[in-house]
């Protein structure tokens, strides 16, 4: 009888055992799982993330190019070539570069309406008897404007397009990256390009 009721007790505590088991592998599997799911979505971010730094990069490149072309040029040919009139390009309307342009790598916002990435701003030019006029007390404030561009400590309503010692311009790149929308902007002063 003795024999008898420790096997049974042998057996009971096996079984015990075995149960425990089953739970310590149920748990293992969970916190496997977990520790998988966590690592695949690190490494969906970190992609993504990874994305996200090469399109901002290439939108960087792209607006950077623009202002290294827009630097080489006099203003005249600025306002030329990349202002917000075609009837004022060198060569006939609509034949400059104009103030909108492309990026290789980057598609345009869902919501852009002109269908190109990046855009030039320049100050806006005031039209006085078909001259075209830089005004210091021109109010734009996403340039700096009104601000001293001849560099006499004054600001004035004179036309200033002879004397001008800087230029600010605004290059905005706006595409649709993979988490939506996204911008990058360089701001520059130009200086006069002398020949």
């Known amino acids: 009888m003795r024999l008898l009721h420790r096997s049974s007790s042998l057996s009971s505590r096996a079984l015990s055992r075995r149960g425990l088991t089953m739970i310590e592998l149920v748990v293992a599997f969970i916190v496997i ?17 990874s994305l996200g730094v090469h399109e901002l990069s290439v939108a960087a490149d792209g607006a950077q190019r623009i202002v290294e072309t827009l630097r080489a040029e006099s203003f005249d040919e600025i306002v030329a070539l990349y202002g917000h009139d075609p009837n004022d390009d060198p060569k006939g309307a609509l ?29 806006e030019l005031e039209v006085q008897t078909g001259v075209w006029q ?31 010692l800087q230029l600010p311009v605004c290059v905005r790149v706006r595409w649709q990256s993979s988490t939506g929308p996204a911008v990058y902007q360089l701001d520059a002063l130009l200086t006069p390009f002398r020949r």
């Open 33 to 49: 799982g977990l520790s998988f799911a966590i690592y695949a979505s690190t490494a969906v971010a970190v992609r993504g993330q």
């Open 134 to 164: 830089v005004r210091e007390d021109t109010n734009q404030p996403e340039l700096g404007l009104p601000r001293d561009l001849n560099g006499d400590s004054i600001l004035d309503n004179k036309d200033h397009g002879n004397d001008y």
């Open 95 to 123: 034949t400059a570069p104009g103030r909108h342009f492309d990026v290789a790598g980057l598609e345009p916002a869902a919501d852009d309406a002109d269908g190109h990435v990046g855009e030039i701003v320049l100050p």
